[in-house]
């Protein structure tokens, strides 16, 4: 499968431990982002990067959030101290945008489901 | 702030109803449009998009939708359902300076009876 992965599927926690999600994009996306889904919303854009700069972050990202590419290719979302308000479906999204073709398409992965009990 | 609207949180049809399900949005700039579906158990898949042109944009599986630029709307038509089209159905824009970041609306479950 050459989509977009997301690595675990499934995360049970205990508030306050620390949490770190892994995304591998389409190999040659150059775009990377991450959203929030809870329930009965659609997703939420939280942050995303061109190659391994981090270009926006959502103000729903609170200092307990960060997101790497260290390499431009796969991503890392940890969150630290984990929260019950963090139980949620944590969507990864790759494209390839270039200076011929800057309007692509989003391709997302199955996401990150995290339970914080 | 941007920000879009799906009018229907269920919609209940049967099979071979004509379905229509509302989308708007608040940007006074240029923007793209989607239509994402999530089949249960599945990752968000795209049925359309519009960019520029012709403002009636066909996907797929049936499915059509239409750019009406003075009501901010990007309503999605599928003259005929099936049962296979139960799913759940978000509406996203993205405006052209905003780094492709996707604003959804708050999805539309559509559960179809055989």
């Known amino acids: 499968d050459t989509g977009v992965s997301q690595d675990p599927r499934h995360k049970i926690t205990k508030r306050g431990q620390n949490v770190t999600f892994r995304c591998d994009p389409i190999?040659?996306?150059?775009?990377l982002y991450w959203y929030r889904q809870t329930l009965g919303q659609g997703p939420e854009f939280l942050t995303y990067?061109?190659?391994?700069?981090?270009?926006?972050k959502s103000r729903l990202l609170s200092d307990r959030f960060s997101a790497e590419r260290p390499k431009g290719s796969f991503s890392t979302l940890e969150i630290q101290r984990t929260e019950q308000g963090d139980s949620a479906m944590y969507l990864c999204?790759?494209?390839?945008?270039?200076?011929?073709?800057?309007?692509?398409?989003?391709?997302f992965g199955q996401g990150t489901r995290l339970t914080v009990v | 702030a941007q920000s879009v609207s799906q009018h229907n949180h269920h919609v209940i049809l049967s099979e071979a109803a004509s379905l229509e399900l509302g989308c708007n949005y608040s940007?006074?700039?240029?923007?793209?449009l989607f239509w994402y579906v999530q089949y249960p158990g599945q990752h968000l898949q795209l049925l359309l998009k519009?960019?520029?042109?012709?403002?009636l944009v066909k996907g797929i599986k049936g499915f059509e939708a239409e750019f009406i630029k003075s009501k901010f709307s990007f309503n999605l038509r599928k003259p005929s359902v099936q049962w296979s089209d139960t799913a759940e159905y978000f509406c996203?824009?993205?405006?052209?300076?905003?780094?492709?970041?996707?604003?959804f609306g708050q999805g539309t479950e559509l559960s179809v009876k055989p």
């Open positions: 999204a790759s494209s390839l945008v270039t200076q011929a073709n800057m309007n692509t398409e989003a391709f």
């Open positions: 190999s040659e996306h150059n775009r």
């Open positions: 990067f061109q190659n391994e700069a981090q270009l926006e």
């Open positions: 940007y006074g700039g240029t923007v793209n």
């Open positions: 519009y960019f520029s042109g012709d403002p």
């Open positions: 996203a824009v993205n405006a052209n300076n905003q780094g492709g970041k996707l604003i």
